[in-house]
């Protein structure tokens, strides 16, 4: 596996309207902590890592349409030739947000619904009026012509909205709809009792291989959740079925598990680089070291790579390579990044006998 940076979250801004229960930066309107950068180092970072790779950039917060210059970053991102991307949760979404970006080429934009209904998404999202405002946006972008996928995250609490939310966002017109299994960091870490059980966990992979193995109208794709690509594997074997899988143009594309260093990473808004959006440690700064220099030297990035270190039942799982359990996960509920998937049953072995 070549690991190269093909997807890069960027954390243009830690403010944000909304209060999300499962906030991975426990973002809030007001962050007086972890201020915006410029828009002049908005340039620099972008000339640094266009000069070494041509990943996929996601403008992200918090909100990043509570920046005033975000859409000169995506401008100046598209004027390098790179493919500037966008993720809101859309409630800011208005007639000029799609003007500018149609203006400054942004390539997909990307939006978050967690309930089919208001009462579920607006729960989750602790704002009355955000179900109706992601609505909006949706209408908008269809009015526009702008692409856009929908992110959907999973506890306990709207577990049972996986089958409702999957019709919605196809009937919306949307261009891919990603199921997240929460990784309780940030403000996660409040709702640790409100992680799906292991069993349903499986439970619900399960039900999204049967609705992928059919579904032909919009790329499908659970994140976080590494182990689903070990019941693709198993479950196409047993089934003597070559399971067909769609990518997205502005996605890494690959058929893995956790990339986390491998082939993403996460800069937040103090210019750390992150194995992934839901991993706290840094591997280095922007402001210190290029970003060619981290990606390729990090001690933490590079044992993200070492699949033959990993501890307990991932490093001795013949599907190691496709899965890697999820390595936010392990540190966020062992404190320990190599350890094995704290959600994952198999047993290495068993598939071999």
């Not at 070549?2 to 801004?13: C, G, N, Q």
């Not at 089934?239 to 993403?264: D, V």
């Amino acid at each position: 596996m070549d690991f190269i940076p093909k997807w890069i979250a960027w954390e243009i801004t830690r403010r944000c309207n909304l209060k999300c229960v499962h906030c991975r930066s426990s973002s809030e309107l007001k962050i007086n902590d972890h201020p915006d950068f410029s828009l002049v180092e908005a340039k620099r970072i972008l000339d640094d890592i266009h000069s070494y790779a041509d990943p996929v950039m996601v403008l992200s917060g918090g909100e990043p349409l509570l920046r005033e210059d975000v859409f000169d970053i995506a401008a100046y991102g598209t004027g390098l030739g790179m493919r500037m991307c966008l993720a809101t949760n859309g409630t800011l979404v208005t007639d000029e947000t799609c003007r500018k970006i149609k203006e400054t080429g942004i390539k997909m934009v990307s939006l978050s619904l967690d309930g089919a209904s208001a009462d579920i998404h607006d729960d989750f999202r602790n704002q009355p009026g955000a179900f109706d405002g992601t609505m909006h946006a949706i209408e908008l972008f269809n009015k526009y012509q702008i692409d856009f996928l929908v992110n959907s995250s999973f506890t306990k609490r709207n577990k049972q909205e996986a089958p409702k939310i999957y019709e919605l966002v196809k009937s919306l017109g949307a261009t891919a709809w990603y199921l997240f299994m929460i990784v309780p960091t940030g403000r996660g870490e409040e709702i640790m009792s409100e992680l799906i059980p292991e069993n349903e966990y499986e439970d619900m992979l399960n039900w999204h291989y049967d609705m992928e193995a059919d579904e032909s109208d919009i790329l499908v794709r659970p994140t976080c959740a590494p182990q689903y690509y070990r019941i693709v594997l198993q479950r196409s074997k047993e089934e003597g079925s070559r399971f067909k899988r769609r990518s997205l143009k502005f996605s890494t594309g690959g058929s893995k598990g956790c990339l986390a260093g491998q082939l993403i990473c996460l800069i937040d808004v103090d210019q750390n680089v992150l194995p992934c959006s839901y991993f706290p440690l840094s591997g280095g700064n922007l402001k210190e070291q290029s970003f060619k220099e981290i990606w390729e030297t990090s001690k933490l990035f590079l044992d993200m790579r070492d699949f033959k270190n990993y501890k307990g039942t991932c490093g001795k799982c013949e599907y190691v390579n496709v899965c890697g359990g999820c390595r936010a996960r392990a540190y966020a509920m062992t404190g320990d990044y190599m350890a094995q998937e704290p959600f994952c049953h198999y047993q290495p072995g068993k598939d071999e006998k």
